[in-house]
């Protein structure tokens, strides 16, 4: 089983930037791929980005292109999610997840998910 820890939530102004880190541990040849993914209260976990361990294929949503950047540090076992022009509406918990194989963008693609960690943009 994989173990996913992830940092670097916090407050910022609108138009700022954070950048999140996701650690990774145990079983990480299990990962196909390590996604963000985020959930408002109320609502289902959304797809943010993700990127293929292997050779680093990125994907994103629509929402963010543009303004995350997602990437990998193979020798840390970690990804990263670079957070700029932040918005009101990006604010949310964050998680990153593993596997990803047989669809990416869909939280029952992952096996493994961190605990999440807040990220809030103030207007």
């Known amino acids: 089983q994989v173990q996913l820890v992830e940092s670097g939530g916090g407050l910022v102004q609108a138009g700022g930037s954070l950048r999140l880190s996701c650690a990774a541990s145990?079983?990480?040849?299990?990962?196909?791929?390590m996604g963000w993914f985020r959930q408002t209260p109320g609502k289902e976990r959304e797809f943010a980005a993700a990127?293929?361990?292997?050779?680093?294929?990125?994907d994103y949503a629509d929402s963010v292109k543009g303004r995350f950047t997602i990437s990998r540090d193979n020798a840390k076992n970690t990804v990263f999610l670079q957070m700029n022009s932040l918005k009101p509406e990006d604010t949310a918990v964050y998680y990153c997840?593993?596997?990803?194989?047989?669809?990416?963008?869909?939280?029952?693609?992952?096996?493994?998910w961190g605990q999440g960690t807040q990220v809030t943009v103030s207007s």
């Open positions: 990127i293929r361990w292997s050779d680093g294929i990125t």
């Open positions: 145990g079983r990480t040849f299990s990962r196909y791929a």
């Open positions: 997840g593993a596997g990803g194989a047989g669809g990416w963008r869909s939280v029952y693609a992952y096996n493994g």
